[in-house]
């Protein structure tokens, strides 16, 4: 697999890097992808999972269209376990997806730092939502989360990063994640699932 060859350049990556190949999908609805993260939000990914399930238990088990989420009362949103500002936020995303007439397709063609800065304009949706979506649901194989929490972890573990101040440390990771374009998302997923299974031993 080429983004293996690649990402072995680096010596300390290399050691992380397991015999299982991850494959990015594209994957449709992307109003709901980005929905669901916005539930998921300071949330175990249990929780989450459950909520996200009562969400669509309202729309009888599939994926709403943003017309029906628009179309669905904020009682019945917050009576599923999410905060008066998650309903506000989940609204939002329905509503500007609708009004820019936004598509899949659309969004496949455009490139990363093009998605960040459309979707950010949405009230309640930051830069790492929207860099998880172009990870999990735009199938895009080039994107660091320079800000998620458990690639410092991994990040600061691995290359024994000594800093001072959260920028000193931003610029350390963007500076040892240059050299893993084009593959920076594959070397995310290596990351944190290291960090996953050194936290459950």
């Known amino acids: 697999m080429s983004y293996k060859l690649h990402l072995k350049k680096d010596a300390k990556l290399a050691t992380l890097l397991s015999d299982d190949t991850h494959v990015l999908k594209r994957r449709k609805n992307t109003a709901i992808r980005l929905i669901a993260s916005i539930i998921s939000q300071q949330l175990s990914t249990k929780v989450a ?4 399930t009562r969400f669509l238990d309202i729309y009888n088990g599939k994926e709403p269209s943003c017309s029906q989420v628009l179309e669905t009362p904020a009682e019945t949103l917050r009576g599923i376990g999410l905060s008066n500002s998650k309903v506000a936020y989940v609204q939002n995303v329905a509503q500007f997806f609708l009004d820019q007439k936004i598509t899949d397709a659309q969004l496949y063609k455009m490139d990363p730092d093009e998605v960040i800065d ?3 304009q949405i009230k309640g949706v930051g830069r790492w939502t929207v860099e998880m979506l172009l990870m999990f649901s735009l199938g895009h194989e080039d994107v660091f989360a320079v800000d998620d929490l458990g690639i410092q972890q991994a990040m600061i ?3 024994k ?3 001072e101040t959260k920028k000193e440390l931003h610029v350390k990771m963007l500076l040892k994640a240059k050299a893993w ?15 996953d299974s050194k936290a459950a031993v």
């Open 181 to 195: 374009s084009p593959y920076k998302t594959y070397a995310c997923l290596h990351l944190w699932k290291w960090k």
């Open 49 to 52: 999972k459950i909520i996200f």
């Open 161 to 163: 990063i000594k800093y």
């Open 157 to 159: 573990q691995l290359y």
């Open 118 to 120: 459309l979707l950010t």
